[in-house]
């Protein structure tokens, strides 16, 4: 992973970057910030710059072989520890059990948390642990020799999954660091390691990504429209996760497109039983959702837009979206746009300042039947 495919974090990798150039690179290292903003990737970022035979002022080369294996996962001089479920049945006991899991959820969408981790490997709502199992792992990784002459480097993710065993196998290990290792500890709270462990480490404290930077990875990773994806970047808190979450989740995007699809058939068939469903569902949700739903629909009427005016180029849909903007987009034209957009906009107004959403949700549906009449 190179740093520049890692989210923000700018003062960090220059940090990091810094370091090295000084030939101070601490053995043992804690990447401490909150969860869900990417310290693994960065991590890895770091790790690579570190392998990298040509590392530039700013970045690794992504080309030379020590990168190329670091982007696969495979460079033999790159250890994980991380916890797992233990489980005789499974044949698991320590991370290298689960190492292809891992290397497959990491290159194929590398910001997740413990509970992405434990639903991709099938084991929601187990306890993951780092284990005494994982400490004999690392002692036997530690002798061997390095493969490109360079650092071996051990990432421990969430070392604060440690049991007591473990943790007091690796403080024992960071009292007397191997010659040319490297510990990466990538922790969300450092509440629950051993005091004696964080004094070992240099601490490198990670802070939340803002907005700003969760919303761009929304637009150009998830095709989220930017005013959705800014909704869905204020309502994370700084963490991308959560926001990555909230954009492929049920509650979110999906069922917005269902309620959506929903209430155009039952508009275009004017029938009013479905429409009165229909805007008793919307106005059930919460106000939040509520205020997600009205930009879906905004989000949606321009890309029908677009769909009929610029032949499609540009959009910004997803498979399902653009399958129904096959025969959707044609009923939104300069006939109803610009009322149609009013008519949104102006239900956003209206339910920040707290209206009655039953009756806002009513009126905005018996509007929208005329309105899609229009456009026929
Ligand atoms: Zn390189």
């Given amino acids: 992973m190179l740093f520049k495919d890692v989210i923000g974090h700018s003062k960090t990798k220059q940090h990091l970057i810094n370091e090295v150039k000084a030939d101070r690179v601490s053995h043992a290292q804690m ?3 909150p969860p869900g903003i990417g310290k693994l990737p960065l991590a890895i970022a770091f790790a690579q710059y570190l392998l990298c035979d040509n590392p530039s002022a700013k970045d690794s080369c992504g080309i030379c072989p020590n990168c190329q294996k670091m982007q696969s996962l495979t460079h033999p001089d790159l250890h994980f520890v991380y916890p797992v479920v233990v489980s005789k049945t499974d044949k698991i006991a320590s991370s290298d059990d689960a190492r292809t899991e891992w290397n497959k959820l990491l290159t194929s969408r590398p910001y997740f948390d413990l ?5 991709y490997i099938g084991f929601e709502g187990k306890n993951p642990i780092i284990g005494v199992e994982e400490s004999r792992a690392i002692l036997k990784k530690l002798s061997l020799k390095s493969f490109s002459g360079k650092y071996k ?7 604060e999954k440690m049991n007591s065993q473990a943790a007091n196998k690796l403080l024992k290990i960071l009292e007397e660091p191997p010659t040319k290792t490297l510990f990466f500890l990538v922790c969300d709270s450092s509440e629950e390691i051993l005091p004696t462990i964080i004094s070992r480490c240099q601490i490198i404290r990670i802070p939340q990504l803002s907005p700003d930077e969760i919303s761009a990875y929304l637009e150009d990773k998830h095709k989220l429209d930017k005013s959705l994806a800014q909704t869905f970047a204020n309502l994370s808190q700084g963490n991308l996760v959560n926001a990555i979450n909230t954009a492929q989740g049920d509650e979110a995007h999906n069922a917005y497109f269902d309620l959506f699809v929903k209430l155009m058939r039952a508009a ?3 029938n009013p039983n479905e429409l009165m469903d229909v805007s008793d569902e919307i106005a059930a949700l919460d106000k939040e959702k509520q205020k997600n739903f009205v930009l879906y629909g905004l989000h949606i009427f321009r890309e029908s837009l677009i769909k009929n005016y610029l032949n499609g180029e540009l959009l910004n849909l997803r498979e399902e979206e653009e399958r129904f903007l096959d025969k959707f987009a044609r009923f939104i034209n300069n006939q109803n746009i610009t009322e149609l957009m009013t008519s949104f906009n102006d239900a956003y107004y209206h339910i920040e300042r707290n209206a009655n ?3 806002l949700f009513s009126d905005l549906v018996i509007s929208l039947t005329k309105l899609i009449r229009k456009g026929v």
């Fill in 153 to 159: 480097i051990m990432i421990v993710w969430l070392p």
């Fill in 268 to 270: 275009y068939a004017a």
């Fill in 115 to 119: 509970n992405g981790w434990m639903e």
């Fill in 357 to 359: 959403a039953k009756i």
């Fill in 31 to 33: 990447l401490l910030g």
